[in-house]
């Protein structure tokens, strides 16, 4: 099992920038692939961002890209998603999320990551 728990969420102005961090215990592995998914009011839980155990391999959703970055630090077993220019269309409750494969493939939908935090809310004010 592997238990993931998010922080760094918060109210933010338009434009403005927040660093959500993931923290990974338990089962972790150099095949733990980690993602961050979202959720807004009244919307399907969707992708952000994903990346493989080395660092090496990352992918976006398009309405991200060139806004957030995804990285993660091994020694402490964390994952971070670096988030510049904030909308107000990027308000959600932001999810970690994990799974384990002997490689990387750009998976995207939820249904892939068995791994789940308990979230945490992103309010982005216009």
């Known amino acids: 099992q592997v238990q993931l728990v998010e922080s760094g969420g918060g109210l933010v102005q338009a434009g403005g920038s927040l660093r959500l961090s993931c923290a990974a215990s338990g089962r972790t592995s150099s095949s733990l692939v980690m993602g961050w998914f979202r959720q807004a009011p009244g919307k399907e839980r969707e992708f952000v961002a994903t990346i493989s155990w080395s660092g090496a391999f990352t992918g976006y959703e398009d309405s991200v890209k060139g806004r957030f970055t995804i990285y993660r630090n091994n020694a402490n077993n964390t994952v971070l998603l670096q988030m510049n220019s904030l909308k107000f269309e990027d308000t959600a409750v932001y999810y970690c999320?994990?799974?384990?494969?002997?490689?990387?493939?750009?998976?995207?939908?939820?249904?892939?990551?068995?791994?789940w935090g308990q979230g945490t809310q992103v309010t982005v004010s216009s």
């Open positions: 999320a994990a799974y384990f494969a002997s490689g990387f493939s750009f998976l995207r939908s939820r249904d892939d990551y068995p791994y």
